[in-house]
């Protein structure tokens, strides 16, 4: 089992950065790929960034270029570093471990909330 905590949301007047930070405790074998994915109000979630082991990144259209992804394994954390911030980026954010080869999510946070307003 893989347990996933996010901290770090808030709220962040536009143009601002904001950082998030998974600790992720449990099998560290069982995943490759670490993440974000975002649920904003009235919307589908959708894939935020991701970051595997050999630390190939992927990035949503909408966030690539303001946001970038980290993973540190020795700390058993990922972070999503945010800048530019813009009011659509508001939505709960969930870190996820996602399964070898295909990298679909397997383990899920609780969410935290990011909220963007001036």
């Known amino acids: 089992q893989v347990q996933l905590v996010e901290s770090g949301g808030g709220l962040v007047h536009p143009k601002y950065s904001l950082q998030l930070s998974c600790k992720v405790s449990?099998?560290?074998?069982?995943?490759?790929?670490l993440g974000w994915y975002r649920q904003g109000p009235g919307k589908q979630r959708e894939l935020v960034a991701s970051?595997?082991?050999?630390?190939?990144?992927t990035y949503g259209d909408s966030v690539r270029g303001r946001f970038t992804v980290f993973r540190d394994d020795s700390e058993r954390t990922v972070l999503l570093q945010m800048s530019k911030l813009l009011p659509e980026d508001t939505a709960v954010y969930y870190c996820?471990?996602?399964?070898?080869?295909?990298?679909?999510?397997?383990?899920w946070g609780q969410g935290t909330q990011v909220t963007v307003t001036p």
């Open positions: 970051i595997t082991r050999r630390g190939d990144t």
């Open positions: 449990g099998d560290m074998v069982s995943f490759d790929a």
């Open positions: 996820y471990a996602g399964a070898w080869h295909t990298g679909s999510p397997l383990y």
